[in-house]
């Protein structure tokens, strides 16, 4: 008799890693967070460790036909940063492991080093080890990140309280148009010999989706001007998604307010281009890398002089649920289309 | 013009890691240690953190018609705290990063979990974060080890001094035998329904193949006797190209002695069934996932009244090279014929 077989795709990514991670059981008094945030805290003495790991697969989450390896390299850097900084610490070294096919030369890893090293030269970061192997189609990038932070600094997303404000740094929903424009311009040069595509006008969407930043800036900005988070997390999955996962781990409500969602004037030229609803893509376009977190409302005045943070809406009762109010008034209840791998297959 | 490409198997896998990491530089005071150990060794204050990481992939590192998955999680984490222990450390937590094609179902992937969490649980080791993604083709896994040792306690591969014995634990060649047999059973079973091979007589290589342990007993034995190697390495790669990593990195030179390399009798009637050279086996057959260490000389008589470690040889000056003395008493210069991930495409 064969046992029941459940598929995947049926649970989705997160699905998967509760139903593998739920019976675990923390064992060393060093560690003090496990699976659960964006990054894993360490008690090594004076500082805390933080830990973060990337997996990215090609074919899955990037296409070589339109990104150049030293670009991926830069950003599968970048993007385990921001996780370290979404716990408001500061990454300090990286492992990198990489499986290789066959159609890959020495050159060509070296042109994604180069952008993984650029990447640990601006952010200050050292690269300490990792593993290279073939593999036997396509590219494999695994990356984990290892930070300090302050104990008494460190923010969870568990730390949202009600009549928290909630802020996000820079735009969002770039980085996912930029990706729309790039499938686009692939789909329409297939066959095509020398294709050109004119990106004029449309270089910060593309920038946004093959270039990303992690806020370190933001990070500074705060901790200059006193102000700490009650709770933090990066956006990588969507807004809509990463503000649902600071309320169910703070168990409270929100409302957002889509005119303050704030959207760059390319996002929203790109999204009339393509006649796609430009608040779904940034509240559901994944890869924007900025900043989403929480603070006491007594922080109202020194943040609004900040430049680059937006206030968005604010912390609820959990019984009010999480909802964005749009611009006619209407309540639109929250959802988490962020982008699931396992729906590619 | 064409920039010119080198193919990666024409450097092989040091090489390609030499190239790729020789021009890193070190920024941060907590970065004792990157490239080039086992482990790197982070400073955080009292204790030192280490890390190490692995990247498995199906196709290359196992085949699933003969490896079950849980033994494959359990060797993947324990192949990491071998890393750790091998800097005489104590591994303490672990990321998993897992990319599953379609063919996988939740049940594989919590399969090949308990094998994660099986080693967790006898090693005292948390698993404290990870990622899950889909993958186009076949099973990635990638594991990160955190590791922590004293200070003044850790051990790198560059200290073996000339006149120090060289020890070896357990025995070898047993893990590389194993793998013969379980290839040679699944050509001849190959479009055959229902095929039970007999085993019987070769548990042990099997074992040694399929759920190899990690050497903390030994580490737990040294610190007991108040015995700090002057370096150390696990043998993973085989015990001929270990020991020249230790002779390059500690600039010295070797002696071993055939007679003295630790044997066991499943592994030597199984190479005498395939008619292979069973020393070949021991010096370059890879994953036993022993320790191989140096130590000074005025221990000796401790180290032999201890039980699973074999003194082989002794370091000398540099200028002598490295070899090994048959049986016969010819003198053999040893080579680095390793396992080489690249070769097998």
Redesign the interface.
Known sequence: ME??????A??G?FG??K???E??E???A??L???GDD??V?D????L?L?????L?????FDLTYVPLKHLGYKAAVVNFSDIYAMNGSP??I?V??????R????H??EL?EGI?LACEIY???????????????L?I?I?C?G?ADSEKVVYRNGAKENNLICVSGDLGAAYMGLQLLERERAVSVGMKDFNPDFAGKEYILERQLKPEARKDIIDTLARNGIRPTSMIDISDGLSSELLHICTQSNVGCRIYEERIPIDYQTAVMASEFNMNLVTAALNGGEDYELLFTVPIEEHEKLQAIDGIRIIGHITKAELGCSMITRDGNELTLQAQGWN??K??
Request: charged share 20%; aromatic share 4%.
């Open positions: 046992e029941q077989q459940t598929e995947i049926s649970l990514e998967l890693i139903k593998l991670t019976t675990i923390l064992k060393n060093s560690t967070k496990g699976v990054a894993a360490l090594y003495k004076n500082k460790s830990v973060t790991t990337d997996l697969l090609e074919g899955i989450h300090k070294q492992t492991s990489i499986g290789v096919s066959k890959f030369t020495v050159e890893i070296q080093y090293k200050g970061v050292d690269m300490v080890g990792g593993d290279t192997s073939a593999s036997v189609t396509g494999i695994s984990t290892i300090e791998a396992f590619n297959q």
